[in-house]
């Protein structure tokens, strides 16, 4: 069975950074196209990035410029660097395989909280 555990979030100022991580167990991690997703109070899930197993990236245009998305297939964990962190950017992450109807079961996230 597939376990998707995400850890780094915390409580941050405007203009900080955090990094993200998602370890993947249970599965070919290799093979997938994976995505970092958010959902911030009273709203859907979102995606925020992805990337392929060859390294190909996308973003949201709400985190463009602001955000990495990384991997390690070795590891079987992919990471999210976020940079100049803004209030509007609250919510609970969550990583799943993108580009794909068919999810690994939801972990239980990590929460990003950023208020002065």
């Known amino acids: 069975q597939v376990q ?3 850890s780094g979030g915390g409580l ?5 950074s955090l990094r993200l991580s998602c370890a993947v167990s249970g599965s070919i991690f ?3 196209t994976m995505g970092w997703y ?12 992805r990337i392929t197993s ?3 990236t996308y973003y949201a245009d709400s985190v463009k410029g602001r955000f ?7 590891k079987k964990t992919v990471y999210l660097q976020m ?3 803004e209030p509007k950017d609250t919510a609970v ?12 079961q939801w972990g239980q996230g990590t929460q990003v909280t950023v208020s002065s």
């Open 93 to 104: 992450y969550y990583c799943n395989k993108a580009l794909d109807p068919t999810k690994f």
């Open 38 to 49: 958010r959902q911030a109070p009273g709203k859907q899930r979102e995606l925020v990035a």
């Open 12 to 16: 941050v100022q405007p203009g900080g």
């Open 54 to 56: 060859g390294g190909s």
């Open 68 to 74: 990495t998305i990384s991997r390690d297939n070795a």
């Open 4 to 6: 998707l555990v995400e």
């Open 83 to 85: 940079n100049r962190l």
């Open 30 to 32: 290799s093979i997938y």
